[in-house]
Every structure is written in structure tokens, then in C-alpha cells.
T-cell receptor
Framework: GAGVSQSPSNKVTEKGKDVELRCDPI?????LYWYRQSLGQGLEFLIY????????KSGLPSDRFSAERTGGSVSTLTIQRTQQEDSAVYLC????????????FGQGTRLTVV | AQTVTQSQPEMSVQEAETVTLSCTYD???????LFWYKQPPSRQMILVIR??????QNATENRFSVNFQKAAKSFSLKISDSQLGDTAMYFC??????????????FGQGTILTVHP
């Protein structure tokens, strides 16, 4: 596609349920990032994939969070046993990799845990 | 680890005037890139301007310019002739170009800018 696509756009889930958020990066982009943005706040780094290298998972807030990237393309962020504090907008971005390359963002998934 | 700090949670400016948004960062790396991103109410992040750390010349993109002070680890954004469409949240970002965190993009907390007519 022309840009980074995230699905779903909005997700309401009950506390304790698992959720999967999907990110389709721009074709050919080797770098993929996940960020979390709470209401009116900054972007909290979650995880970073670069090509075939081991992902940088240093931002994942707990072991309930995990992410994978299949075939170097689509990525899925999974949150197990969701809590109310997980409510936020989850943003995905991709870039050509390397440095001095613009990161292109998706529209985000707004997750609400009730 | 790199940190990016934006000390101004909110700023406001009158249309046609100039405003400067502040950003400082902390890193032990010598090779990196800096960016300003804009996030309007639509939530879509848009790149405004970028700066290579090895370049002394400040980057400029039309009404947007930066004041990059490498020794002070400061990277401010100046918006000239502010327009209503500039109303958005602005994020300063650091991209590591070396070391173990190569390619990692770290953002500041953001500054909400409101342009008043």
C-alpha cells in the first residue's frame, strides 16, 4: 500500500482479554517501530525491528506485551490479559532502515480497556 | 540510553508571529540524527524537519528552521509566520546512528502548539 496501515482503528476490549494489533509497513521498509501514546502524552517506545536482527524489546512495559514480525513485513503487537492502564493509542512506524531516513507512521489503533 | 526532553508542555502564538519550541537530548553517541515531527488532531505524524549531527549548518524547510547546538545538546524549532494549520502537537526525536542502539528512534514528551487568529 501507499502508507503504513494499522488495524483495527479502534478496539474496545474487556479487562483480562487478549488483543492483537496489526501493522502493515510500507513495502520494502526494513525498520519497524511500535510506540504507545497515552491521551495527550508523548510517544513511549515499545519495540523496534530492523531487518533480520534481533528486535530491541527494551521498551515493552511487561511480559504481557509481545510483538513479532513475520517475513520481515507485517507485525503484530499482542497484549495479554489487558488492564485498564493499557488503554492508549498504539502507533506503528516504518522506515527504509539505516539512518537519516524518515519514519512513516500509521494512523494508530486506539485501544480502550473497560 | 538516549533521552529527549521537551520542557514546554504547551505553547501559544498569534497568527503570523514567530514561536520557538525547545528540545534537549542526552547521548554519549557522536553520530545521530534529530527530527521534529508534527501531530495534528488527525493523529497522523508528519515529519517537519531533520538535522544531521555532523552538519554544522542549521536545517531549514520553508517557515521552519532549527537551532542546533551540538555541544549544548539542544535542538530547538522555530516556526516563522505561524499559520492556523500549524496548530498541533510537536515532537522532537533522536535517531541513533551508531552503537548498540543503531536505528532506534526516541521521542520527547511533545509540545502542544496553538496558533490563535
Amino acid at each position: 500500500g501507499a502508507g503504513v496501515s494499522q488495524s483495527p482503528s479502534n478496539k474496545v476490549t474487556e479487562k483480562g482479554k487478549d488483543v492483537e494489533l496489526r501493522c502493515d509497513p510500507i513495502s520494502g521498509h526494513t525498520a519497524l517501530y511500535w510506540y504507545r501514546q497515552s491521551l495527550g502524552q508523548g510517544l513511549e517506545f515499545l519495540i523496534y525491528f530492523q531487518g533480520n536482527s534481533a528486535p530491541d524489546k527494551s521498551g515493552l512495559p511487561s511480559d504481557r506485551f509481545s510483538a513479532e514480525r513475520t517475513g520481515g513485513s507485517v507485525s503484530t503487537l499482542t497484549i495479554q490479559r489487558t488492564q485498564q492502564e493499557d488503554s492508549a493509542v498504539y502507533l506503528c512506524a516504518s522506515s527504509r532502515g539505516g539512518t537519516n531516513t524518515e519514519a512513516f507512521f500509521g494512523q494508530g489503533t486506539r485501544l480502550t480497556v473497560v | 540510553a538516549q533521552t529527549v526532553t521537551q520542557s514546554q508542555p504547551e505553547m501559544s502564538v498569534q497568527e503570523a508571529e514567530t514561536v520557538t519550541l525547545s528540545c534537549t537530548y542526552d547521548t554519549s553517541e557522536n553520530n545521530y540524527y534529530l527530527f521534529w515531527y508534527k501531530q495534528p488532531p488527525s493523529r497522523q505524524m508528519i515529519l517537519v524537519i531533520r538535522q544531521e549531527a555532523y552538519k554544522q549548518q542549521n536545517a531549514t524547510e520553508n517557515r521552519f528552521s532549527v537551532n542546533f547546538q551540538k555541544a549544548a545538546k539542544s535542538f530547538s524549532l522555530k516556526i516563522s509566520d505561524s499559520q492556523l494549520g500549524d496548530t498541533a502537537m510537536y515532537f522532537c526525536a533522536f535517531l541513533n546512528a551508531g552503537g548498540t542502539s543503531y536505528g532506534k528512534l526516541t521521542f520527547g514528551q511533545g509540545t502542544i502548539l496553538t496558533v490563535h487568529p
